[in-house]
C-alpha cells in the first residue's frame, strides 16, 4: 500500500503517534540502513519530543557495511543510541531489550524506590511505509504473540506484544512519512522501495542510479554490466545495459523505459551489492 502524504494524513498520522506516546517508556525508530537520513521522519524529534529512542538501522543486509559504520559512529556522535538490524533474520534484535533496559534503568529504579510495582518496558516502533514495522514486529512477537489485552488505568484498549520476559511493545506501529525534501531524497526512496515509483519517472531514477553508482561504486556498475570504462554519456549508458538485459523495442531499438527499469530492479534485488545511498556528511549539513 502507498499511502499519499496530504497535509491532513500527515496530521493524523502525528496525532496517532503522539496518543500513544505517553503509553510508552520508549520508541523503536526504524529506519532503513542504505538511507538512514531520507528514511526519518523529517519532524520524528518534535512529534517524540524527549522520549528515550532508539534508532533502528533496519535492513542492514541490504546495506553498505562501512557506511553503516560511518553511520552507527554518526548518530553516536549526536548521542543517539542505534543498533544496525536484519528484521527478516532476526539479527541485532536481542541489543534491542538490552539496550532499552540500559537507557531506561534509572527511569526503573526511581519507580522501585518508590515502590511501583516492577513491570515490563513499554515501547513502540515508528518509521515510515515499508521501512519494516511489520516485519520487525512479528519477528520480536516470535510465535508467543501472547496479547497482553488491555493495560490497567488505561482508558483506551491498547494492544501488547509480550518480547521475552522485559518488554512490552505496542502491536501496531507508528506509521509517520518520510522527507519530501528534494528530489535526489526522491530518488533515494523510490530505488528502496520506500515510495512507488510511479510517483516519479522510471527514467529519472535510474539516471540517478547510475550517476551515484559511477560516483561511488564504479567497480560494481563495471562488472555488472560489462564495461570496460563507464561511459560519459548517459544515453550510452543507457544503450549498453539496454542491449544487454534485451530491453528492446521493434527494430532493435533500446526501450529506456525498460532498460530503466531493469536498473532499478537489478539495484534492489541487490545484484550491485550491498550498498548505501547517502553518507552522514549529508544529514550533517542538514
Ligand atoms: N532484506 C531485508 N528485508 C526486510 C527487512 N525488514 C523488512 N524487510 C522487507 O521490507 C519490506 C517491507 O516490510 P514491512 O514489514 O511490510 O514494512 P512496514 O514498515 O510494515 O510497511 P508499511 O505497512 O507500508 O508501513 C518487506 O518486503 C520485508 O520483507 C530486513 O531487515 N532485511
Redesign the pocket.
Known amino acids: ?3 499519499q502524504w496530504f497535509p491532513g494524513h500527515m496530521a493524523k498520522a502525528r496525532r496517532q503517534v503522539t496518543e500513544k506516546l505517553k503509553f510508552v517508556d520508549i520508541i523503536f525508530e ?1 529506519v532503513d ?1 542504505r538511507i538512514p537520513s531520507s528514511s526519518r521522519n523529517p519532524m520524528i524529534d518534535e512529534i517524540i519530543q524527549h522520549k528515550p529512542r532508539i534508532v533502528l538501522l ?5 546495506a553498505d557495511p562501512i557506511r553503516t559504520k560511518e553511520w552507527i559512529r554518526y548518530f553516536q556522535s549526536i548521542n543517539i543510541h542505534t543498533i544496525p ?5 532476526g ?1 541485532g534484535l536481542a541489543k534491542i531489550s538490552k539496550l532499552a533496559k540500559e537507557i531506561l534503568a534509572e527511569k526503573f529504579d526511581k519507580m522501585r524506590a518508590k515502590g511501583v510495582k516492577p513491570r515490563a518496558i513499554r515501547a513502540m516502533v515508528v ?13 520480536l512477537a516470535k510465535k508467543n504473540i501472547a496479547k497482553t489485552g488491555n493495560t490497567p488505568g488505561v482508558t483506551k484498549a491498547q494492544q501488547w506484544i509480550k518480547v521475552g520476559k522485559e518488554i512490552e511493545l505496542l502491536d501496531t ?1 507508528g ?1 509517520l512519512w518520510p522527507k519530501f525534501e528534494d528530489q535526489e531524497v526522491g530518488y533515494k526512496l523510490a530505488l528502496t ?1 520506500a515510495i512507488k515509483d510511479t510517483i516519479l519517472n522510471l527514467q529519472d531514477i535510474a539516471v540517478f542510479a547510475l550517476r551515484f553508482l559511477e560516483k561511488e561504486y564504479p567497480e560494481r556498475l563495471k562488472e555488472q554490466y560489462g564495461f570496460e570504462q563507464i561511459p560519459e554519456e548517459i544515453v550510452e549508458i543507457f544503450d549498453v545495459i539496454g542491449a544487454k538485459r534485451g530491453c528492446l523495442m521493434g527494430g532493435g531499438i533500446i526501450d529506456y523505459d525498460k532498460t530503466a527499469e531493469a536498473i532499478i530492479r537489478d539495484i534492489r534485488g ?1 545484484k550491485l551489492g550491498k550498498l548505501t545511498f547517502e553518507r552522514p556528511q549529508v544529514a550533517e549539513s542538514e
Open positions: 500500500m502507498t499511502i526504524l540502513a533496519n535492513k542492514e543486509d541490504m538490524i536484519n528484521s527478516k533474520s539479527d518509521g515510515i511505509p515499508n521501512s519494516g514495522k511489520s516485519t520487525l514486529i512479528n519477528r506501529p506509521i522501495g541487490e
